[in-house]
């Protein structure tokens, strides 16, 4: 299958940038909403100052790349660790006035909104993990895009550290979720394909069987796992990976997937389907291993 990566790999930066650290620039997610059934994009900011996040929600844009049935008014709440909603938008041209999300866009590569009735917030958060929820206007459906972005070069003390996406997974409906790597080295990336451990936090209906594949940007496939005790990065290194990064939590099961792996600067889009024609809610995650 060929990744659509124009909607769920990331755009590459402007070039604006001071910095050639290389780190993870942000996430984006393609999967279907319901009136039951949400988008989840997690995000975990690392260091000592705020770190100014875009969030975007997009539906209409996606029909431009040939998908059907997409979501006409997506709706975009963002959480902070304790439950607490922190900031909603339903359209992002009546975002507050004192936000320039435009010039903001401006800056991260990111595809402008087709549509009015698009969602987008530009937010200042502090150190810690955070959740970005689509939903659909009055209760409505359809295939719908979520992107959390950080401001490449402003902050440089502050970074995305972790990115996490949870959705429906079926056997024709896959979760998508697309990272960039940016600057000049290569990065150590943790991925990880969980369902059973859902179940620990009130989950119902979860994934019983994850399987991961990673492409890249032409739409190659790269790297797949089904289990992660067969993973590239098993033992020693898989543990040391989790160890030495914030807010991962180890597999509870050896059906959940996971990969360790060295990315150099681009875009990679990764898919988590159910093995074996499972299907239930499932989480994927990739967060940054070294600081390379």
Do not use: C
């Not at 900011?45 to 705020?50: D, E, F, H, K, Q």
């Not at 991961?212 to 290194?237: F, P, Q, V």
């Amino acid at each position: 299958t060929t990744i659509l990566a124009s909607l769920s790999a990331l755009e590459s930066p402007d070039g604006n940038s001071t910095s050639n650290v290389s780190r993870l620039l942000g996430i984006s997610t393609r999967g279907l909403v319901t009136a039951s059934s949400f988008l989840h994009a997690g995000v975990i900011v690392s260091g000592t100052v705020n770190k100014k996040v875009v969030f975007m929600a997009k539906g209409p844009l996606l029909s431009n790349y040939g998908v059907s049935g997409v979501l006409a008014d997506p709706y975009l709440e963002v959480y902070n660790s304790s439950g607490s909603l922190i900031y909603s938008n339903d359209s992002w041209g009546a975002a507050d006035s004192s936000i320039s999300i435009s010039q903001d866009i401006g800056k991260t590569g990111i595809t402008s909104p087709s549509s009015s009735l698009e969602a987008g917030l530009t937010v200042s958060l502090s150190p810690g993990a955070y959740t970005a929820i689509l939903k659909g206007t009055s209760s409505s459906s359809g295939s719908a895009l979520v992107e959390a972005y950080e401001l490449y070069g402003e902050e440089l003390d502050s970074k995305l550290l972790g990115i996490s996406t949870r959705g429906s997974v079926t056997t024709t409906s896959f979760l998508y979720a697309g990272i960039a790597v940016t600057g000049t080295n290569s990065k150590k990336v943790a991925f990880m394909g969980k369902g059973p451990l859902l179940s620990n936090y009130g989950v119902a209906g979860v994934l019983s069987d994850p399987y991961i594949e990673i492409y890249n940007s032409t739409g190659t496939l790269i790297y797949s796992n089904d289990s992660h005790t067969s993973a590239t990065g098993t033992g020693a290194e898989l543990i040391s990976a989790y160890s030495s990064s914030e807010g991962i939590t180890l597999p509870s099961s050896s059906l959940e997937a996971a990969i360790v792996v060295d990315l150099s600067p681009g875009n990679y889009s990764a898919i988590l389907k159910g093995a074996n024609g499972t299907s239930g809610i499932g989480l994927i995650e990739a967060y940054e291993v070294s600081s390379n």
